[in-house]
Antibody, heavy 121, light 110 residues
Framework: EVQLVQSRAEVKKSGESLRISCEAS????????INWVRQMPGKGLEWMGK????????KYSPSFQGHVTISADRSITTAYLQLSSLKASDTAMYYC??????????????WGQGTLVTVSS | QSVLTQSPSASGTPGQRVTISCSGD????????VNWYQQLPGTAPKLLIY???QRPSGVPDRFSGSKSGTSASLAISGLQSEDEADYYC???????????FGGGTRLTVL
């Protein structure tokens, strides 16, 4: 069974940094891109970026470039999202999601449960 | 384009058929397939329709998708109370080299 299990909720202060994890199981980790999606309170979904775990190639949305870093550790089948210099506006739910293959190629076919990040000033 | 265009809300009564639309342009929907995601309250999004009109295993056939040109639609027939959720369309975007989501449609079952 494919599963993406994310780290627990975090409460941080402005200016701090944070790393969220997404542990994958039930499939070959290096064969599927992992994407990160942000959802601010009461708002829609925003694509942040993606990583190819086979070689750690990354691609970021211009909206998030420079503020986030996506990485992966193949040895423990885990992807990470690092947020730096946190601001109150970073308060959101963050999801990891797997990009499918074959007919599912352009879809996000499995999602993590989400990690709620709260940033206080 | 920063986001695909969806109506913010839709509603229907149990048993009715409702349609949710999604509009894009040539760099996204016009060139790539459309996917739909369902987000029930307090949960993570779930893939509902992929490749314009395909249902993943386990998704009831009450849900159907279609695409024409730079627009797509999600239809829900035999509306049920458990269908009350937010629905997002999404497509690959050439300019972004990533996923472009619609703004979401909140479906209310009256």
């Amino acid at each position: 069974e494919v599963q993406l299990v994310q780290s627990r909720a975090e409460v941080k202060k402005s200016g701090e940094s944070l790393r969220i994890s997404c542990e994958a199981s039930g499939y070959r980790f290096t064969s599927y891109w992992i994407n990160w999606v942000r959802q601010m309170p009461g708002k829609g979904l925003e694509w942040m970026g993606k990583i190819d775990p086979s070689d750690s190639y990354t691609k970021y949305s211009p909206s998030f470039q420079g503020h986030v870093t996506i990485s992966a550790d193949r040895s423990i089948t885990t992807a990470y999202l690092q947020l730096s210099s946190l601001k109150a506006s970073d308060t959101a739910m963050y999801y990891c999601a797997r990009r499918g293959s074959g007919a599912y190629y352009n879809s996000l076919d499995y999602w993590g449960q989400g990690t709620l990040v709260t940033v206080s000033s | 384009q920063s986001v695909l265009t969806q109506s913010p809300s839709a509603s229907g009564t149990p048993g009715q058929r409702v349609t949710i639309s999604c509009s894009g342009d040539s760099s996204d929907i016009g060139s790539h397939s459309v996917n739909w995601y369902q987000q029930l309250p307090g949960t993570a999004p779930k893939l509902l329709i992929y490749s314009n009109d395909q249902r993943p295993s386990g998704v009831p056939d009450r849900f159907s998708g279609s695409k024409s040109g730079t627009s797509a639609s999600l239809a829900i027939s035999g509306l049920q109370s458990e269908d009350e959720a937010d629905y997002y369309c999404a497509s690959w975007d050439d300019n972004l080299s990533g996923v472009l989501f619609g703004g979401g449609t909140r479906l209310t079952v009256l």
